[in-house]
């Protein structure tokens, strides 16, 4: 039987999501943990690769397993898997799926958020991005609207990746203030490639301090050339925040 894990983490301990032979990661982690309580071996498949001190508010797993899980004994396995997992690392819920679907590939889009502050903050400050400076919103999000023209976004991707492409379409991506101090850079895509977020705001924070046009912004985009783009800000401001998969991958235990 196939099934889907909804759970989140917090990426400061791992080194991604991705198993590692010298690092610890996520996957190893919750694969671990699975396969002691089924007693069984069980491979783990992410819906995505998140890099290293990155974290997932909203993340999906795919596992096969011989176990028949119920709405009677899932409970029950949720509450011992989560006592046996770090606590940086919970699992709400499992989900039935048909035997074909795919955590990774079936899912339709993905939104991560980026939290940056322009105030210190002894309580946000391991999960938001200081800035020394208030960008200019304004021009930021013209930039983000100009990214809905492109489909390649090589001059964000860490390079030597081996993808089959560096196409990603892009649905949605703004800045949003609130009534403090906090800046929410926000996007939606049906894929993202290695670093992209990250190398997204770096330029963008570029725009929003002047250092470069809407044109140059642009410009940076159809070289195609990570050199030309801006650096990639800190990992631990960054969140996966919600995947979206069609509803008909889901079925009743």
């Given at each position: 039987m196939r099934y889907f894990f909804k759970l989140a983490y917090n990426g400061e301990n791992y080194f991604g999501w991705q198993i590692q032979s010298r690092h610890v990661s996520l996957q190893e982690t919750l694969t671990k943990a699975v396969s002691l309580l089924l007693k069984e071996d069980v491979t783990i498949v992410g819906a995505g690769r998140t890099d290293t001190g990155v974290h997932a508010k909203d993340f999906y797993a795919h596992f096969d397993t011989s176990f028949i899980f119920t709405e009677t004994n899932k409970p029950d396995f949720i509450y011992r898997l989560n006592s046996f997992l770090p606590h940086d690392i919970v699992v709400y819920d499992i989900l039935n799926v048909d035997e074909n679907a795919?955590?990774?590939?079936?899912?339709?889009?993905?939104?991560?958020?980026?939290?940056?502050?322009?105030?210190?903050?002894?309580?946000?400050?391991?999960?938001?991005?200081?800035?020394?400076?208030?960008?200019?919103?304004?021009?930021?999000?013209?930039?983000?609207?100009?990214?809905?023209?492109?489909?390649?976004?090589?001059?964000?991707?860490?390079?030597?990746?081996?993808?089959?492409?560096?196409?990603?379409?892009?649905?949605?991506?703004?800045?949003?203030?609130?009534?403090?101090?906090?800046?929410?850079?926000?996007?939606?895509?049906?894929?993202?490639?290695?670093?992209?977020?990250?190398?997204?705001?770096?330029?963008?924070?570029?725009?929003?301090?002047?250092?470069?046009?809407?044109?140059?912004?642009?410009?940076?985009?159809?070289?195609?050339?990570?050199?030309?783009?801006?650096?990639?800000?800190?990992?631990?401001?960054?969140?996966?925040?919600?995947?979206v998969y069609p509803e008909n991958i889901w079925r009743s235990l």
């Open positions: 795919h955590a990774r590939f079936d899912a339709l889009s993905r939104t991560y958020r980026y939290y940056v502050t322009t105030r210190k903050n002894p309580f946000t400050k391991p999960f938001t991005h200081r800035l020394f400076y208030s960008p200019n919103v304004e021009q930021m999000n013209i930039c983000c609207k100009k990214m809905m023209n492109y489909v390649d976004f090589t001059s964000f991707s860490k390079v030597h990746t081996h993808t089959y492409t560096n196409n990603c379409h892009i649905t949605q991506a703004l800045w949003m203030s609130d009534e403090t101090d906090l800046l929410i850079f926000e996007i939606t895509a049906d894929r993202f490639l290695r670093n992209m977020v990250r190398a997204i705001v770096g330029t963008l924070l570029e725009a929003g301090r002047g250092r470069i046009s809407v044109e140059d912004f642009c410009t940076i985009i159809e070289q195609k050339d990570r050199r030309k783009a801006g650096i990639s800000v800190p990992a631990n401001a960054l969140f996966l925040e919600k995947i």
